[in-house]
Nanobody, 122 residues
Framework: QGQLVESGGGLVQPGDSLRLSCAAS????????MGWFRQAPGREREFVAL????????LYADSVKGRFTISRIKAENKVYLQMNDLKPEDAALYYC???????????????WGQGTQVTVSS
């Protein structure tokens, strides 16, 4: 049984950047799809971005398109989320997830990390 461990969250000001990392062990990445989701207090978990581990195809939520970039380094078994021009509405607990379906629904991801907190405030 593998695990996903996120890091890189923190407190930033609007307009700043952060890079989140997700370390995957136990060959979770071999399921094929790695995704980032986020959940703010009182709100449902929402899709942010995903990447096909093999070929690198990506998909983004409209709310982050053009500001966030998902990538992976196969040799490191890591997935990254570069977040630029952060806005207060981006504040949330960010989760890394692994699955086998090219899907933006969290129900299609059986593997989850514990999350890393991103706070955007002036």
């Amino acid at each position: 049984q593998g695990q996903l461990v996120e890091s890189g969250g923190g407190l930033v000001q609007p307009g700043d950047s952060l890079r989140l990392s997700c370390a995957a062990s136990g060959r979770i990445y071999s399921s094929g799809i790695m995704g980032w989701f986020r959940q703010a207090p009182g709100r449902e978990r929402e899709f942010v971005a995903l990447i096909r581990w093999g070929v690198g195809t990506t998909l983004y939520a409209d709310s982050v398109k053009g500001r966030f970039t998902i990538s992976r380094i196969k040799a490191e078994n890591k997935v990254y989320l570069q977040m630029n021009d952060l806005k207060p509405e981006d504040a949330a607990l960010y989760y890394c997830a692994g699955g086998s379906e090219y899907s933006s629904s969290p129900t299609h991801y059986p593997y989850w990390g514990q999350g890393t907190q991103v706070t955007v405030s002036s």
